[in-house]
């Protein structure tokens, strides 16, 4: 499987951003799917996560604000962020699996991994 992450930018914040993340190779229905993000000096951290059922998980510090969704058919997974603030700012990468065990956010647990996306959100 194959990666590719896109819609990243510079916005204000309280503006709105939709991240993609387009799937090549493998079927993509049949992955646990999953975004993450890396701010300056940072470790990288688990932001959602959408299992192959389609049961969704999100971060505490992002749970009211992102969405995460896929399209199968096109085999697109998205991040809508609303309000973003400036703590929000990172590489977002999108990362694919096939989960051993009832937990999301264990980057280990992701095979497959997009080469990010920036998003800067300015004060």
């Known amino acids: 499987v194959q990666l590719l992450e896109s819609g990243g930018g510079l916005v204000q914040a309280g503006d709105s951003l939709k991240l993609s993340c387009a799937a090549s190779?493998?079927?993509?229905?049949?992955?646990?799917m999953g975004w993450f993000r890396q701010a300056p000096g940072k470790e990288r951290e688990f932001v959602a996560a959408?299992?192959?059922?389609?049961?969704?998980y999100l971060a505490d510090s992002v749970k009211d604000r992102f969405t995460i969704s896929r399209d199968i058919a096109k085999k697109v997974l998205f991040l809508q962020m609303n309000s973003l603030k400036p703590e929000d700012t990172a590489v977002y990468f999108c990362?694919?699996?096939?989960?051993?065990?009832?937990?999301?956010?264990?980057?280990?647990?992701?095979?497959?991994w997009g080469q990010g996306t920036q998003v800067t959100v300015s004060s």
């Open positions: 959408i299992r192959f059922t389609g049961t969704t």
């Open positions: 990362a694919a699996g096939i989960l051993r065990t009832a937990a999301v956010q264990p980057q280990e647990a992701y095979v497959f």
């Open positions: 190779g493998r079927s993509f229905s049949g992955y646990d």
